[in-house]
């Protein structure tokens, strides 16, 4: 038999990456084996944040599960399309009055899949600490799924790299999106957990973080507000697959993808 494998996409930036990741998303589960596909889609549509449009084009491409992060509200409709749509989450850690939900059980033909939603808080919002909320939902939920997976969407690489390690052998995979940059770091930790930094994005790869770097440079040198704009230049697909023991459920894999 085959072990349980979820390819995983950081954050998709733009429509343009949207249709990229649309476009190769099935050739790639089908490629890696992947049982599931979980993608980061907090900046799919135009500007940042998300859209209905970008949203269901990743979920026709072959996403089943559609994690976001700190841009997750910047549009008005995003709360509407949270309650709408289950499959898309946004992090667990916002305070309970918020709409949509933080975590969600993928339940694929080989195996049910926890997918956890989680924001840092070093340099950050000042959310409810994502350590005590992986927990309890990890907790909450034992015996409703077999393998489990966090997209920890935070700024700091010293607070992924201690969620990891607090989560080491109770979660199965704790991966890092948010910071834009594939990170070299990917590692199974002592007690099974599959680890990396930042997966890395979906985006113009000739760009500063997917946007066009004349913004950013504006915005260091000038300190004034700017306008974002995401840059046309051609995109490419970063992520990781992760392997997971269908005999106890802990990670024994994990690589790197670029597109
Ligand atoms: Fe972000
Ligand atoms: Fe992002």
Redesign the pocket.
């Given at each position: 038999m085959k072990n349980f494998k979820v390819i995983f996409l950081?954050?998709v930036?733009g429509p343009a990456a949207v249709e990229y990741v649309a476009k190769n998303l099935w050739r790639l589960r089908k490629e890696y084996e992947a049982d599931a596909a979980v993608v980061?889609g907090?900046?799919c549509a135009q500007g940042?944040g998300i859209d209905r449009d970008g949203i269901e084009r990743l979920i026709s491409g072959g996403a089943d599960i559609i994690t976001t992060?700190?841009?997750v509200f910047k549009r008005f409709e995003a709360e509407r399309l949270l309650e709408d749509e289950r499959r898309v989450l946004r992090p667990a850690n916002f305070p309970s009055c918020v709409a949509g939900a933080g975590f969600s059980i993928f339940d694929s033909e080989r195996g049910r899949l926890l997918v956890i939603n989680l924001l840092g808080i070093v340099g950050m919002e000042p959310l409810e600490d994502p350590f005590g909320r992986a927990d309890k939902i990890l907790k909450e939920n034992e015996g409703k799924y077999d393998y489990s997976l966090i997209d920890f969407?935070a700024e700091a690489t010293s607070e992924k790299a201690a969620l990891a390690f607090y989560l080491d052998g109770k979660a199965g995979a704790v991966l890092g999106?948010?910071?834009?940059v594939q990170t070299a770091d990917e590692q199974i930790l002592p007690h099974g957990t599959a680890f990396i930094t930042d997966v890395g994005?979906c985006g113009p790869q000739l760009s500063v973080?997917?946007v066009e770097p004349e913004c950013i440079i504006k915005k260091l040198t000038h300190h004034t507000p700017v306008k974002f704009v995401i840059s046309s230049n051609p995109v490419k697909i970063h992520g990781v697959v992760v392997e997971f023991d269908e005999n106890n459920s802990k990670a024994v894999k994990i690589e790197r993808i670029t597109v």
């Open positions: 950081g954050d930036v980061n907090e900046n940042n992060g700190n841009h969407h999106t948010h910071t834009h994005m973080l997917g």
